[in-house]
Structure formats: C-alpha cells, structure tokens
C-alpha cells in the first residue's frame, strides 16, 4: 500500500483498539504503537487509583503522542490507538500532519461494548467509567466508522477498502442523469467512482473530462476501463446504472458480472421495465450479485439537487445502499428524504413506471387547458398569468414549468407557437397502459394520455382530416374558473386512478406497499410534485382509494359542475380535449349503480355462449340462454 499516512483508531475503552491495531499492523505490514504505552506515570498512577484523566492530564500524552506520529512519518505509515474523543484531542493529535492523518472509529453501542469487556477474562469495566466515555466521546465527522459488530477480519478488511481510497460508491453511466447523480452524491461528501466507455470520436475521456469541470468531483476516482472501476470500489460494491433502459442495460450487466464479487451490489436507475427488473433480479441472484431497480425522477435538475427515489427489491439489500440514496434524495416539507423502500422486487420500477403514467396525464390536461384558453382568446402571456392565478388552488412543478414555456419568447413571437405538435416518448406511458390492461384496471387517463400522443403524431393525417372534417373549434363561452375547476377534476382522477393501479399491483405481485409513503416521496423531487400530493398523504394514510374519502368526495362533488360544462361547451365546439371529457367519462361510469354491461353479458352469451349472471339469482351461479328460440 503507497501511502504516507498515520492511522489513528480511535473510540472509547473497550471497543477494540488494540486488537484491530495489531491485525491492521500485520495486514499493512507497518507498525502499531497502542497509545496507552505512552502515557506518563503521573497519569499511570492516577488511572491505576480509578481516577479519571482531565483534559491537563492528556495534554502531555497527546502531545507525545502527536511527536510519535511526525517522527514516523519521517519514513513509514504507522498504526496509533487512542481514544481521542474530543475534537480538541484530535486537533492535537493532527498537529502539522492534519492531512496525513486517517480516522478510524471503531464504533459501538453502550451495550455491545460492555457486554464484550465484561465478557472478556479479569476485564471488568464498570459501566459508569464507560458511560463516563461516552458522554465525553464528541462524534468526529471525518473519521471512517466501522461498527464493532463486525468481525476483527472484517473489519480490518473494509478498513484496508477505506485506506486504499477505494469508493464507496460507483456510478456507471455519465449521460445527463448519471452527471447529475454523480455531482450530488460527490456534494454530499462520498467517494466516488465514475464511469463512462470510450467511443471513439463520440464518447472520449468523459469521466475525466467530467471530473475535471466541477470543484465538487475532485475526490472523484474517473474510470474508462471497467475491470478498474469495479477494483475501485469497495465491497460489498455499490454500482448505480444510468444507462438507457433496455438491451443497453443487459449489455452493461454482462460486461460488469466477471468483475464482481459475491455480495456485490448493482443498482439501476434507469427508467427500465419493472418485469425485465425482476428477471434480472433472479438471474443476478444466480451469480451471488444483489440487484436494486431503482426509479429515479426529476430530471437533470432533480438529479443533481434531490430526486424523488423509488428503491424496490431485498430489503437488507436495499439497507446497504440506503444512505447514498437517502442522501441524495430531495426532502420533503418535514426535511426527510423523498427516498423510501417501495417494495420486493421490480416495484421500485412499476412505481416509477406509474409515476410517468400520471405525469402523462398531468402534462395532458395542462395541454387541454392551454388550448382552452387560447380559444378564449388568450395569447401564451395572458394563458402564462391565468396558469400563475391558479397556483392558489391546484400548483405543482409542471404548472411551474409550463407557466416559464408560455412566457418565452422567439423573436417578437412565443417560442411555443414555433413547436411542432408531434409529441414523442420514451416509453415508459407506453408501458404503463400495458401494465394496466394486464392487471385489469381502467387507469382510462394514462390510455388516453398515451394515445393523445400517438395521434398528435399522424401530422400529415391530421392536416388532411382537418381539410376532410372541417373541424375548426370556435369560440368557447367559458369563465377561467370553470377551466380551472374542470382541471383539478381531471387531476383528482389522474391521481385515483394511478395510485389504484400501484395499489391493484401490490395485490397481484404480492408487494407491501405504502401508498402513503409513495405520495410522500412524490411531494418533492419528482415531476408529478404537487400541492395535492401533499394532501394525498394523510387520506392515503386512511384509504387506499382516495374516492372514498371524504375530503375528496367534496372536492369532486363541488367541481363536477365545472367539468360537465368545460367538456360539454368543448364537445360542442368541436375542440379536442380527450383527458378531460375522459375524466368526467370515467367519475360517471364510475358511479354508475347500475350500467348497461348487462347488454354485454347478453350479447356475448348470445354469439359465444359465454353465460351471464342474474340479478335474481343470488347463488352467483353462470347460465346461458338460446336467444333465438
Ligand atoms: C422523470 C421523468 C423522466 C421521463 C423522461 C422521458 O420522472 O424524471 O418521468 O424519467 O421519463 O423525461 O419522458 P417521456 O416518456 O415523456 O419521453
């Protein structure tokens, strides 16, 4: 090991100084010097009559102690036990040498340190003279901790990982997300390994290049080589994936496995399939490697100043890689952080899959709402001052952000008017009607959503129906209240309809989930953060389905009217607004006591035979009728 360090192990009596100090002095192959050798007899005779040492009685011995150190480092590392639990023992202690001096606490409870001195033969501590310890130990903040439950190995192994400046952390994947992760966990003050290939001409020295444009990465260990950025780090390894999602990701986890020890931890945050997440979950497990999905969002910015993140698989997994994710993670209005385990499995992903599903809807509706707006005559200045008027009521990141797009201009035109209307997706909307159509749930927004994606696609084909229909919407009788009543409507059916989709999932795959705590992690840091997230949090609390709950059935029973108009005025006018009439579609299919399924039943049995239940038998029992005789 090339290093020119002093080593102090420190801690309070009991928690294993010498011992560690003799095993690290072997495996290092440098000396070990046990501070308590060094006292002077003045402080021998006090501490053999059981008086306690005052800050004058150290004084000496941590000066001494300080010399020992300078003259060591004169030609070799060394190893020197001492409790120095107060920062001023330590400022002594690190005297001219400060930035050659390591900590490392060796920390334990209360409990574990008596039982294991009173355990050991003619030891006796008197739990007073350890309290005594305790209450003088002053935490350091730049020493490694190891916790003493650890065995003696162990411990010495993970100290040699922390000496050999391996990272505690690694991320593989310097994209847009992968720079902002990485700059965040360097913030934060952990060691870090980056990664990035090489492509040549594409992608060339961008760890390094990277590292070297921010102050905050200059710890950061940059790698191109991944045999070498995987040796960097220590085990269990911590890798965080910020690769696009798909085949990509596979590719990665192959070039990764002969590089990883047993024990070994990946971690992915990318935006990947929940059911490829539990297929790689099962197939690492075969190679003795842990797997995390882990749904990440809120963009290049969230990523970089706290993201909202949804951890899902082993939960004792999940607990090792909890403090670098909590870290990082944006808090919330009670300053914790808006990272919680969802749930076995792929469920961090499905999570995040349904995050997108409800920020589909939402960016819909707010679409729908501007091109209403705009037919009341509004230009994107005056719609951007209507937006603002209804932060009061209903303000989130994406009403924020689409009051900023409204406002920016292009020359003496608004940039958003020079726009195609051709919207584009990654996929993971996509994947979410798929996903509720599997489980069965009419999450009818995200649907529509999706497909009013799709269908601003066809361009050519709406210019030449648009000729064909004549469809030109025309001017709409409509008070920016009832726009915006109709809006928070909408909102509330989105929001219904996504956490019933998460809820029926938990069910189906057998995840505990909390839906409280999902809303929690989702009030700050994410795309879909909102005032009404907030206040999702104490109704999930008492109900899954937040259209049971009191607070929400007033709100809609008082906003229905509004929704009934907006769309009714809209439909009449010909204006397209698919997630808002599919709202009011859905409230009242919703509530419909009594539907007309039963003509389905009917029609089906009558050409398929495919039976029906009565209403007047109350057996449940199927039965089929010949419907021509
Ligand atoms: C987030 C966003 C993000 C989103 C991409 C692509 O939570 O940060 O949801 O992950 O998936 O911006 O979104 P599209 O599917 O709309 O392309």
Same mark, same amino acid.
């Given at each position: 090991m090339n290093f020119n360090n002093v080593i102090f192990l420190m801690g309070v009596s009991g928690c294993g100084k010498s011992a560690i100090g003799e095993l690290l002095s072997q495996r290092l192959k440098i000396p070990f010097f046990d501070g308590d050798d060094f006292h002077p007899q003045s402080n021998i005779d006090k501490m053999?009559?059981?008086e306690p040492l005052n800050d004058q009685d150290r004084y000496g011995w941590l000066v001494t102690l300080n010399k020992l150190a300078k003259q060591q480092l004169l030609n070799n590392s060394c190893i020197i036990a001492c409790s120095a639990l107060k920062n001023s023992y330590r400022e002594l202690l690190s005297t001219d040498i400060k930035n050659q001096v390591k900590w490392i606490h060796l920390a334990g409870s209360f409990n574990q340190i008596l039982e294991r001195v009173n355990k050991r033969e003619n030891h006796f501590m008197s739990s007073n003279l350890l309290q005594s310890q305790f209450d003088t130990l002053e935490l350091p903040e730049d020493a490694f901790e190891?916790?003493?439950? $650890?065995?003696?190995?162990?411990? *010495?192994?993970?100290?040699?990982?922390?000496?050999? $400046?391996?990272?505690?952390? @690694? #991320?593989?994947?310097?994209? *847009?997300?992968?720079?902002?992760?990485?700059?965040?966990? =360097?913030?934060?003050?952990?060691?870090?390994?980056?990664?990035?290939?090489?492509?040549?001409?594409?992608?060339?020295?961008? +760890? /390094?290049?990277?590292?070297? !444009?921010?102050?905050?990465?200059e710890s950061a260990q940059p790698f191109s080589d991944i045999k070498a950025f995987v040796n960097s780090l220590q085990t269990p390894r911590r890798i965080m994936l910020m690769v696009n999602a798909g085949?990509?990701?596979? $590719?990665?986890?192959?070039?990764? /496995?002969?590089?990883?020890?047993? &024990? %070994?931890?990946?971690?992915?945050?990318?935006?990947?399939?929940y059911l490829k997440t539990k297929e790689r979950y099962d197939y690492l497990k075969t190679k003795q490697v842990h797997f995390i999905g882990v749904g990440v969002s809120g963009g290049e910015e969230g990523a970089l100043k706290g993201p909202s993140i949804m951890p899902g698989g082993n939960k004792e997994i999940?607990?090792?890689?909890?403090?670098?994710?909590?870290?990082?993670?944006?808090?919330? !209005?009670?300053? #914790?952080?808006?990272?919680?385990?969802?749930?076995?499995?792929?469920? @961090?992903?499905?999570?995040k899959m349904v995050h997108n599903g409800i920020e589909y809807v939402e960016m819909q509706l707010l679409a729908e709402v501007y091109t209403i707006l705009k037919l009341l005559g509004n230009n994107p200045d005056n719609i951007a001052d209507i937006l603002k008027s209804y932060k009061t009521k209903v303000n989130s990141y994406l009403l924020g952000i689409t009051i900023d797009i409204l406002r920016k201009k292009d020359g003496e035109d608004w940039l958003v008017n020079k726009i195609v209307d051709k919207a584009g997706n990654k996929g993971t909307g996509n994947w979410t009607t798929i996903a509720t159509a599997e489980l069965g749930i009419p999450s009818t927004l995200i649907a529509s959503a999706l497909f009013a994606r799709y269908t601003s696609f066809y361009k050519?084909?709406?210019?030449? +129906?648009?000729?064909?229909?004549?469809?030109?919407?025309?001017?709409?009788?409509?008070? *920016? %209240?009832?726009?915006?009543?109709?809006?928070?409507? =909408?909102?509330?059916?989105?929001?219904?309809?996504?956490?019933?989709?998460?809820?029926? =999932? &938990?069910? !189906?795959?057998?995840?505990?989930?909390?839906?409280?705590?999902?809303?929690?992690?989702?009030?700050?840091?994410?795309?879909?953060?909102?005032?009404? $997230?907030? %206040?999702?949090?104490?109704v999930l609390k008492e109900d899954d389905n937040i259209l049971n709950h009191k607070s929400i059935i007033d709100q809609v029973q008082f906003l229905k009217p509004s929704i009934n108009q907006v769309v009714s005025e809209c439909v009449l006018k010909e204006l397209a607004v698919p997630c808002l009439s599919e709202s009011v579609n859905f409230l009242n299919t919703y509530s419909t006591a009594n539907s007309s399924a039963n003509i389905l039943q009917a029609q089906r049995d009558y050409f398929g035979a495919h039976t029906y239940q009565r209403t007047d038998d109350a057996s449940g029992k199927y039965h089929h009728t010949n419907w021509q005789e």
């Open positions: 053999s009559l059981g190891v916790n003493i439950s $650890m065995t003696p190995e162990d411990i *010495v192994i993970k100290t040699e990982e922390f000496l050999e $400046m391996k990272s505690e952390f @690694g #991320l593989f994947g310097l994209g *847009v997300m992968g720079k902002s992760l990485s700059r965040n966990l =360097a913030q934060k003050g952990f060691n870090i390994s980056i990664f990035n290939r090489e492509e040549k001409g594409t992608e060339e020295d961008v +760890a /390094i290049k990277f590292k070297g !444009a921010h102050k905050e990465l085949k990509i990701t596979d $590719m990665v986890i192959e070039d990764l /496995i002969p590089h990883l020890s047993d &024990g %070994d931890i990946l971690i992915d945050g990318g935006n990947s399939n999940y607990n090792l890689v909890k403090p670098y994710l909590e870290s990082i993670a944006a808090k919330d !209005a009670n300053n #914790l952080p808006c990272c919680t385990y969802i749930g076995e499995e792929g469920s @961090g992903h499905f999570v050519e084909e709406r210019l030449l +129906a648009s000729g064909n229909f004549n469809i030109k919407p025309s001017a709409l009788n409509l008070e *920016v %209240d009832a726009v915006l009543n109709a809006y928070q409507f =909408a909102r509330i059916i989105n929001h219904y309809q996504g956490l019933k989709l998460i809820s029926q =999932a &938990g069910k !189906a795959y057998g995840w505990h989930l909390n839906l409280s705590e999902i809303a929690r992690i989702w009030t700050n840091g994410c795309i879909i953060k909102s005032d009404f $997230m907030i %206040d999702l949090i104490p």
